[in-house]
């Protein structure tokens, strides 16, 4: 399924859209699997993780019918 | 209340202002956020706003919920940039009007300080010391 | 610290952010007071606004020299409108530029609050239940 | 001398500048003969007294050189 990235994980990524595993089900896997793929996101404060368009918690479950985002600390205003 | 959100290109405090002015209120209160010329002492050429649109406005929403509840508030309006700006661009209106100064102040300060903690918007700096990409 | 101000007929926000307005501040808070058509529920057809103009100049600077005491703020604007207003007219306008938001949003409700108590400016107002004068 | 009047205490007095006796010389004395001159003062929530457009106060005395003016209640903004 693919996932949204944006801000400095873009950058890292090197693409606005990552493909990530089937088996990944949840935001704390996936999480994992981000800080696997890309070490250096452990440096940032916070990563969150958006489904559909609203910052889920860590227990939070999807399929690949939702909108999954990685949100990197925000720096709007 | 009444609500203007807005993501796009150019933003002016006139726009705001145009929609809080209203022959009820007697107060309104305005921030705005503009492109700084250095960023601790280093000189910044231009900025970059990204934006994940339809989350932001929807978060932007959230926040104006939260103040309808808080506050007797009777127009919000919340203005963001994005895009390359430059040194002197505004990136950001948060406009209000109440019968009321003190919570004008209040949510205004309120609205500017959450939607730099929730709204899913990144600015990304150019240095005048940097190699151009 | 910059300053401006001002006692005339028509005052408006626009000069008021045209002054502030500058590459090296990040945060402008703006306060307008407007005219309301309406005062504890009696409609209000107009105010009158009389001031003692060369006292009124010096309190509004005494309250400059506290601001550029108490808060790091680059700008600062102060402007009253005097004589006939109408409801939507604008009556004062307080403006302040610093690179913080958070004293810039203080400030500026500092000026209008000490404004409100010691400038020597009298509003009157004119009702619509009332026999003309 | 001439004292400025302004707002209410100008309605009231029905002059904008105010013949007070030469006696006067002090704040409080002012204060004191405007009150007698005109009781509905005493209805206001205060009476300040400025004396070259500074605020006074009681103990404060002038001579026919300084601006003296009566400043009711203030209500800009």
Same mark, same amino acid.
């Given at each position: 399924?693919?996932?949204?990235? @944006?801000?400095?994980? %873009?950058?890292?990524?090197?693409?606005?859209?990552?493909?990530?595993? &089937?088996?990944? %089900?949840?935001?704390?896997?996936?999480?994992?699997?981000?800080?696997?793929?890309?070490?250096?996101?452990? /440096?940032?404060?916070?990563?969150?993780? &958006?489904?559909?368009?609203?910052?889920?918690?860590?227990? /939070?479950? @999807?399929?690949?019918?939702?909108?999954?985002?990685?949100?990197?600390?925000?720096?709007?205003? | *209340?009444?609500?203007?959100?807005?993501?796009?290109?150019?933003?002016?405090?006139?726009?705001?202002?145009?929609?809080?002015?209203?022959?009820?209120?007697?107060?309104? $209160?305005?921030?705005?956020?503009?492109?700084?010329?250095?960023?601790?002492?280093?000189?910044?050429?231009?900025?970059?706003?990204?934006?994940?649109?339809? *989350?932001?406005?929807?978060? *932007?929403?959230? +926040?104006?919920?939260?103040?309808?509840?808080?506050?007797?508030?009777?127009?919000?309006? *919340?203005?963001?940039?994005? !895009?390359?700006?430059?040194?002197?661009?505004?990136?950001?209106?948060?406009? $209000?009007?109440?019968?009321?100064? !003190?919570?004008?102040?209040?949510?205004?300060?309120? $609205?500017?300080?959450?939607?730099?903690?929730?709204?899913? +918007?990144?600015?990304?700096?150019?240095?005048?010391?940097?190699?151009?990409?």
């Amino acid at each position: 399924m693919g996932i949204l990235l @944006f801000g400095v994980v %873009k950058e890292t990524a090197g693409c606005a859209v990552l493909d990530c595993p &089937a088996y990944i %089900k949840d935001v704390a896997t996936l999480k994992r699997w981000l800080y696997e793929q890309y070490p250096s996101l452990q /440096q940032l404060s916070s990563l969150m993780i &958006a489904v559909n368009r609203s910052y889920a918690s860590d227990d /939070q479950e @999807f399929t690949d019918r939702d909108e999954i985002a990685v949100i990197p600390p925000v720096s709007g205003g | *209340m009444d609500v203007l959100i807005t993501i796009k290109e150019k933003i002016t405090v006139e726009e705001a202002l145009a929609f809080i002015q209203t022959p009820t209120c007697g107060g309104e $209160v305005i921030f705005a956020g503009t492109v700084r010329n250095h960023t601790h002492k280093r000189a910044v050429t231009h900025l970059f706003y990204e934006c994940y649109e339809p *989350m932001a406005l929807s978060e *932007m929403r959230k +926040i104006a919920d939260q103040v309808k509840e808080k506050w007797a508030i009777e127009k919000l309006v *919340m203005l963001h940039a994005i !895009g390359a700006l430059y040194p002197g661009d505004i990136a950001v209106v948060i406009a $209000v009007a109440s019968a009321h100064r !003190g919570i004008a102040f209040d949510a205004c300060e309120y $609205v500017i300080d959450t939607l730099k903690e929730t709204v899913p +918007i990144w600015k990304k700096e150019f240095f005048a010391d940097e190699q151009p990409v």
